[in-house]
């Protein structure tokens, strides 16, 4: 990693170190959301390669998205120590014991990593298949895992399709906004975004839906610590950004800054509707910032690395 990249990460690192030691558990849901947003894009890319791979589909410029892989997977392990600010329901304590946690991240990101390595030398459609059907199979516990953690008594069944989309959404936004491959596959990109965000979008309604008006008093608290006023402005935001602005903008600006403001707004949007997902709170949005920009310098600089052949 250049020092170009190494100074500004150790800053934002510090400073999260700083947040965590005076608020820890807003600390732990800024980490939360930074990892989601970052390995969003990461994660995506390298399932989208594998079913890339299994379809023959031309979307081998997702490849460099994808090649920080070992970082989202490294990354993983902090998701278990954050959950230590998130004692669980007695009837999940070893489930959601850290250990147990980091286990399935680290299986989840650390294969995905793996997978994204196979690819790269060359892994045919046999090895892309096995590896979608383990994705599939594991998806849903790691996502209750990473959007649920601190709050592990909200069970949320479409746990898994939620952060599915949010993958494939993320890694779709970040081509955009890079430029990545010819115009063809820039506008398969685009559709499968749009496609993700009404996804992620319907999953969280109908979970808001089925709590709010069948009334269930085990859940509906939820939900009302989420009812806010700046809570509502949260969830307009992010559905303007990350739905709304992806599908209108590259009808109305056109070009390279259609595709520019589609990819942003949808990264924003997908932002902000963790931190409302995991939690709102000014402190915890300053963590994450903070460790967000940690993760993303140190993403870019493995990325650097890998673009010049020294790893």
Known sequence: MSGRLLVPALVALAGFVILAVLAPAAAAIGFRVAFLVASAPVLGATVLLLIARLTAARWAALAPVAAAAPVVAAAAVGIAVI???APPPAHL???QHPVCVAIRAVIVAGGLAWAQARLRRGAGATFAAIALALYAVVVTPVASDWLLGGSAGHAVSAAGMMLVAQQVGGACAVVLVA???DARFRRDMLKLLIAAALGLSYLIYM????????DLPA????????????DVVAVAAALVAGLVVPMVAPGLVGGRRGEVAAGAGALVGLAVIDLWWVGLDL????AALAAGAALAL??????????DGRA
């Open 179 to 181: 430029g990545t491959g």
């Open 83 to 85: 959950q230590l600010a």
């Open 219 to 230: 859940k509906v608290v939820w939900y009302v610590d989420r009812s806010a006023p700046l």
């Open 283 to 286: 402190v915890a949005l300053i």
């Open 298 to 307: 140190v993403a870019a600089g493995w990325q650097g690395r890998r673009a």
């Open 207 to 214: 979970d808001f839906l089925i709590v709010w008006y069948a």
């Open 93 to 95: 304590g070893l489930w």
